[in-house]
């Protein structure tokens, strides 16, 4: 079996992958600042050949589990920012400050669709671009749902956004404080990543592809204009790409890749922005 870990700063997530068959046998998450013991939430190692880590949690929860997989494991492979990889060149002017899971995405998006706006909503909502022939731009950082939602102290962070709310629920003006904040974070969320997508697309003159990943893609997809495709696996699919370990990854095949959204046409990103600029 080969183990995938995906090391947040909140929570870590995890899969089981089968060697032969490249099958997913079991998924899970714990909470980043438990310890990494077998039990209930953890698979056992006792299965496991091989480990391959992302982790953007702070460089002693790595090395303690770094260390503890050694004693267990044959093979662990650990993902780093790099200034180039597999036809990607890092934009950022230091490449290992780059946060790897950011960088894993938009390696994953461009062996999928060959340049993309890949984007990580979770604890803070990451909008990377990667253009058509592998340069990296950079990109954009700002708070996830659950931070602008406790930056507000209004006693409503225990109250989640519903994953399943319509887009035309969740856009209107709220009639309680609850709805009023959830309505109010969401609407500014998914304004800020189609912005950014236009801006970008015309700057750059490409309308890309838009995938979206994290624990709140669901949901903030129904709010997005422009075509896309919501990827849950797509730091493990660049975990894939960067240590193929099966036939169907040294093949080029990612677990759970969906098809490439066809973007919007340039034409209309630009009426659209340029409508939205006269407001």
Not at 124 to 130: L, R
Not at 181 to 189: P, T
Request: proline share 6%; charged share 25%.
């Amino acid at each position: 079996m080969i183990l995938d870990l995906d090391i947040g700063n909140t929570l870590s997530k995890w899969r089981l992958k089968d060697a032969d068959s490249s099958e997913i046998r079991s998924r899970g998450a714990v909470w980043t600042r438990e310890e990494w013991r077998p039990g209930a939430d953890i698979p056992d190692l006792d299965v496991v050949e091989s480990v391959r880590i992302s982790s953007v949690a702070r460089r002693a929860v790595l090395d303690e589990t770094v260390a503890l997989l050694y004693r267990q494991v044959g093979q662990v492979h650990v993902a780093r920012s790099t200034p180039e990889a597999l036809g990607v060149i890092n934009g950022y002017a230091e490449p290992e400050r780059l946060g790897v899971d950011r960088w894993l995405g938009a390696l994953a998006g461009y062996q999928l669709a060959g340049g993309c706006c890949a984007v990580d909503c979770g604890s803070a909502i990451t909008i990377d671009f990667v253009l058509p022939g592998g340069r990296h731009l950079g990109g954009y950082i700002l708070p996830g749902l659950r931070l602008m939602k406790e930056s507000l102290k209004l006693g409503t962070r225990n109250v989640a956004i519903d994953p399943d709310s319509e887009a035309e629920e969740l856009l209107v003006p709220g009639r309680r404080t609850v709805e009023a904040v959830n309505h109010g974070i969401y609407m500014a969320a998914v304004s800020a990543i189609n912005r950014v997508y236009a801006e970008v697309c015309d700057m750059e003159d490409v309308a890309l592809p838009l995938l979206l990943t994290g624990g709140d893609a669901r949901v903030m997809s129904r709010g997005l204009r422009v075509p896309h495709a919501v990827w849950p696996d797509m730091v493990y699919g660049g975990l894939e790409a960067c240590f193929p370990l099966t036939a169907a990854e040294r093949a080029g095949r990612m677990s759970g890749a969906p098809g490439v959204p066809g973007p919007v046409p340039l034409e209309k990103i630009r009426a659209g922005l340029a409508f939205s600029t006269l407001l």
